[in-house]
């Protein structure tokens, strides 16, 4: 198809959106991004939202794609594990992999975002405005009428192809699912469990109070407090908790005193170095987590859902911004396609990455269950030492579920599922059932872990699963 004339609108200037407008201004489109809030390049916009985010090797192969892991990787503090924080203060290191050079990345949201939308904009081809809402889409006509946050005006524009980045409240979505035109699917789940932002601040000689190279964790069954570095000696804290259920819950934390008791109880080693605690929790909102799935993401060949907007997931993976990233680096590869329209290469894209948006938003669930509780059970334990063993001697042949979902980017979320769920069964029933322990030769145990998890990755196929 040749694409030289042709006008693509992006809805969105969020991390799936700059990179996108990115690539496509790097292929030769000429490409308009409209963003509902200001430019963060030069205001601040945090408010409340995650403020920094894990970055694994899908987002880094995404990076690549582009031309600018160097200036990416700059932004980055390795996180080498969990450090795990029981009640009493004591601290366990849980690193993510057996192998060294295997480790996840704490970056700043806003600065990675801005960097993208800077290099986008070293391309002539592409324009990207600020407070300019999307109010709706008509996907027929393919235009978008959007709202200036400023001077109120509401003005439509048109376009060969729209495709919306605009996260996980899309203005696309939503007209798709009001109009009515064609069958659209769409589901959305929360968990009754909500989120807030808090921060350890840094010493006075911008320093960080606690081990800087891992992702904490205070895992308490049925909540949890998390905490990721930042570049200037703070962390990002964040706090699960439900909103109704159990002795401590976000609808009965009101007042100074109760939040301090509960941080007291269950988290006072952080609460010695959160002298801010109370203002954070008063002043940030509680955030809803949810997922969303829908389908088909595409319109004929006038629009397209990308990113949060056609698959938002909760943050348990730390997958969110990798598998958004994920999506540009898998619309490249139906451009590569040479297709003859945007409707051949919509579907060929949403055929081949709906079932890894949908697994990965699957395993981010599983992984909340995990983190707030089973990181801490004896046998989950063993599991991932038998795990960090195999993984440290045999390199090429053996990769955990987790390593396979954030170090494997060449294997799809779906592949990865599979075989990781598979190989966690294999090795908790084996333990279970006293058939291995990871005192064991670890070639043999490599054996029986492969021929246990062949053998229920058969009986799943045979059930259709």
């Not at 200036?148 to 605009?166: G, L, M, Q």
């Not at 968990?191 to 800087?212: A, M, Q, V």
């Not at 029933?429 to 021929?451: A, F, H, P, R």
Request: charged share 25%; hydrophobic share 35%.
């Amino acid at each position: 198809m040749s694409n030289k004339k042709q006008n693509i609108l992006i809805i969105g200037a969020g991390l799936c959106g700059s990179l996108l407008a990115l690539r496509l201004g790097q292929r030769g489109y000429n490409v308009t991004v409209f963003e509902m809030r200001p430019d963060l390049r030069t205001t601040d916009i945090s408010a409340g939202r995650s403020i920094n985010l894990a970055f694994s090797d899908r987002g880094i192969k995404a990076m690549k794609l582009v031309g600018i892991e160097d200036k990416v990787k700059e932004l980055c503090i390795p996180m080498n594990g969990r450090m795990l924080h029981d009640k009493d203060g004591n601290t366990f290191l849980s690193n993510y992999s057996g192998k060294d050079y295997e480790f996840i990345n704490s970056i700043s949201r806003g600065e990675l975002n801005g960097l993208l939308l800077t290099e986008a904009e070293k391309h002539d081809n592409v324009s990207i405005h600020f407070n300019k809402k999307c109010k709706s889409v008509d996907f027929e006509k393919t235009t978008a009428l959007f709202q200036d946050y400023i001077t109120k005006d509401e003005f439509v524009e048109d376009a060969d192809c729209i495709i919306a980045t605009d996260g996980a409240g899309s203005a696309l979505r939503k007209s798709y699912y009001l109009a009515k035109k064609f069958l659209f699917s769409f589901s959305q789940d929360y968990l009754s469990y909500g989120y807030k932002e808090l921060s350890f601040l840094p010493t006075k000689t911008g320093d960080y109070k606690t081990y800087k190279n891992a992702l904490h964790i205070w895992p308490r069954s049925s909540f949890m407090l998390i905490a990721l570095p930042n570049l200037d000696g703070s962390f990002t804290v964040t706090l699960f908790l439900s909103y109704d259920e159990g002795e401590y819950n976000f609808n009965n934390l009101t007042t100074p005193e109760l939040v301090t008791e509960f941080f007291q109880k269950e988290f006072p080693d952080a609460l010695e170095i959160m002298p801010n605690l109370v203002d954070d929790f008063f002043e940030n909102p509680t955030a809803a987590l949810g997922t969303v799935k829908c389908s088909p993401w595409h319109y004929k060949g006038n629009t397209l859902l990308m990113g949060d907007a056609a698959h938002a997931i909760v943050p348990f993976y730390g997958q969110g911004m990798n598998a958004s990233f994920e999506d540009v680096v898998e619309f490249d590869k139906a451009l590569d396609q040479h297709l003859d329209n945007w409707e051949q290469i919509f579907k060929a894209y949403e055929k081949n990455r709906k079932k890894d948006t949908d697994a990965i938003a699957d395993l981010a669930i599983d992984n909340f269950h995990e983190m707030k509780g089973h990181v801490v059970n004896p046998i989950f334990q063993e599991k991932r030492k038998i795990e960090m063993a195999l993984e440290k001697e045999f390199p090429k042949e053996y990769s955990s579920k987790y390593s396979l979902v954030t170090f494997n980017e060449n294997v799809g979320y779906r592949q990865a599922m599979l075989t990781g769920r598979a190989q966690d069964k294999a090795i908790l029933n084996m333990l279970t059932d006293g058939i291995i322990s990871s005192q064991d030769d670890l070639k043999s145990l490599l054996e029986k872990v492969k021929v246990e998890t062949e053998a229920i990755l058969e009986d799943d196929r045979i059930a259709g699963l």
